[in-house]
């Protein structure tokens, strides 16, 4: 099973908590994070670091579509 990953580059702050944190997943763009990869395998870290994101701006997504993280 994989995730999907992305960013929305209209909501980054670009605070650096996911490329200062997962540098193997995230890089700076400009002012905006961006993804290196676009999957992943499962890894509640990375559920964790998404609902860190100050913008809410890490999207995961499961193999259906269905949207894990951000979480409520």
Do not use: N, Q
Request: aromatic share 6%; charged share 20%; hydrophobic share 35%.
């Amino acid at each position: 099973m994989t995730w999907s990953i992305s960013v929305d580059t209209g909501s980054c702050l670009g605070s650096g908590i996911c490329a200062g944190s997962r540098p193997d997943i995230f890089r700076f763009h400009g002012s905006y994070a961006e993804t290196i990869t676009g999957t992943l395998t499962p890894d509640e870290d990375i559920l964790d670091l998404a609902d860190t994101c100050p913008a809410a701006a890490i999207l995961i997504r499961d193999e259906s579509g269905a949207e894990l993280a951000p979480r409520p």
